[in-house]
């Protein structure tokens, strides 16, 4: 059995937790970090309507993705730790919530956490990306709350029926 634990900054140790609680022992435990291109391809792309192609070794677009690969690493040891269990490590770069759904494919089951507003229950709890993956996922999800989870007083009322 294959467990996919997506880590992202800010939530990955509600979604490790949630793992060791539920992946069950002797499951293959994969760890899932996908770098967005935007920060990379816009540094790119300024830099070379500045300075014209040519001066790639000044590129800050590179920089940027070399610290996003390292801050990547730091964050899965980190999750690989805090597992305590034998475990791969996947990075992917690319459309986040396509990387996400891609990597799961053949996954048995993929651990992610809310990342919109918390503060309360309901649809937007769950990012734009998280949101794509959950309706896309070719495999079953487990969705955690990064924090213990809003009362159901957060609850909105029911929508008013005319009759």
Do not use: K, N
Not at 23 to 36: C, D, K, M, N, R
Not at 74 to 86: I, T, V
Not at 91 to 108: K, Q
Not at 127 to 137: C, N, P, W
């Amino acid at each position: 059995m294959t467990v996919v634990v997506w880590i992202t900054e800010g939530t990955w140790p509600a979604c490790v937790d949630a793992a060791r609680a539920h992946a069950p022992q002797g499951a293959e435990i994969v760890l899932l970090h996908v770098s967005g291109q935007e920060v990379p391809g816009v540094a790119h792309g300024a830099f070379a309507g500045l300075l014209g192609r040519g001066h790639r070794e000044r590129d800050p677009g590179t920089r940027v993705e070399t610290l996003a690969a390292a801050s990547a690493r730091q964050l899965l040891d980190a999750a690989a730790e805090r597992l305590g269990r034998p475990c791969a490590h996947v990075e992917r770069t690319g459309r986040v919530e396509r990387e996400v759904v891609a990597a799961v494919e053949g996954a048995e089951l993929l651990v992610l956490a809310r990342d919109g507003d918390r503060t309360r229950l309901g649809p937007h709890s769950l990012g734009l990306a998280t949101r794509f993956v959950v309706d896309h996922a070719p495999c079953p999800v487990l969705l955690v709350w990064p924090e213990p989870a809003p009362g159901a007083d957060t609850l909105p009322p029911p929508p008013h029926h005319h009759h």
